[in-house]
Nanobody
Framework: EVQLLESGGGSVQAGGSLRLSCAFS????????IIWYRQALGKECELVSS???????YYADSVKGRFTISQDNAKNTVFLQMNSLQPEDTAVYYC????????????????WGQGTQVTVSS
């Protein structure tokens, strides 16, 4: 059974940093790309960043230069280092695999964690 578990969310002031972790397990063959999404209250699910098994990274324009994705293959964990956080980064952050959004919602298609709340105050 595929499982993904996020941790590391919390509340910070604008300009602060947080590091999210996604521990995953249960993939039978090669691990697919791990993707970070976020969904703010009343807004559509947004793809934030992804990393493939061989380290190819993707970032949404809204987080380029501020967020860094990395992975520890030995520990089956993907990290999202978030710096220079702004109030507009406030959202529930999910890690997922073999996933897609549906009707603007996170968590429906593919494998998803339960999400971790990030709150940035001004």
């Amino acid at each position: 059974e595929v499982q993904l578990l996020e941790s590391g969310g919390g509340s910070v002031q604008a300009g602060g940093s947080l590091r999210l972790s996604c521990a995953f397990s249960g993939f039978t063959f090669d691990t697919p790309p791990i993707i970070w999404y976020r969904q703010a209250l009343g807004k559509e699910c947004e793809l934030v960043s992804s990393i493939s098994g061989d380290g190819i990274q993707y970032y949404a324009d809204s987080v380029k230069g501020r967020f860094t994705i990395s992975q520890d293959n030995a520990k089956n964990t993907v990290f999202l280092q978030m710096n220079s956080l702004q109030p507009e980064d406030t959202a529930v952050y999910y890690c997922a695999a073999e996933s897609a959004t549906l009707a603007g919602e996170c968590g429906i298609v593919g494998y998803w964690g339960q999400g971790t709340q990030v709150t940035v105050s001004s």
